[in-house]
């Protein structure tokens, strides 16, 4: 064999090789992180606000996850304003959550029908007209 047909062989591999990589990464599902990615971008900065916010209250959300539950106990400052309770799944957008509630000690939010995982729960709110916002990983069982 001389260096002509090797050359030829080693074309057509490394070919083969991007048309099997192409082929296998347009098949695979994205999801992006929000919908609206490019207007929560512009929001960016109060968001950070609203983050520097919560970690000046004295009291702080505390997660419990049980078998079939999610357990989100508030302080006593969250107990009179109406809050927005955002599920997220990273790898799976039709997994999301949201509900807006108004938190008593704690709300419960049943999680039978939820994939087993890990979620990113974002929480918002307002204190006295001062936005509130908190996001932590909670793993559902």
Known sequence: MNWGKGIIIGMALFIGF?????????????????EDYYKREINYEDQLKAQKNYASVRGKIEFQSKEDS??????????????????????????DFTLSTIPLKKVIIPTKSFPKGVFTCTINGQIKGKPYEMSQQVVIQ
């Open 18 to 34: 991007i048309v099997t990589m192409v082929t296998i990464m347009m098949r695979q599902k994205i999801d992006l992180v929000h």
């Open 70 to 95: 999610l357990l989100i106990h508030f302080p006593a400052e969250f107990q009179t304003n109406t809050v927005s309770i955002e599920l997220q799944r990273p790898n799976d957008q039709k997994s």
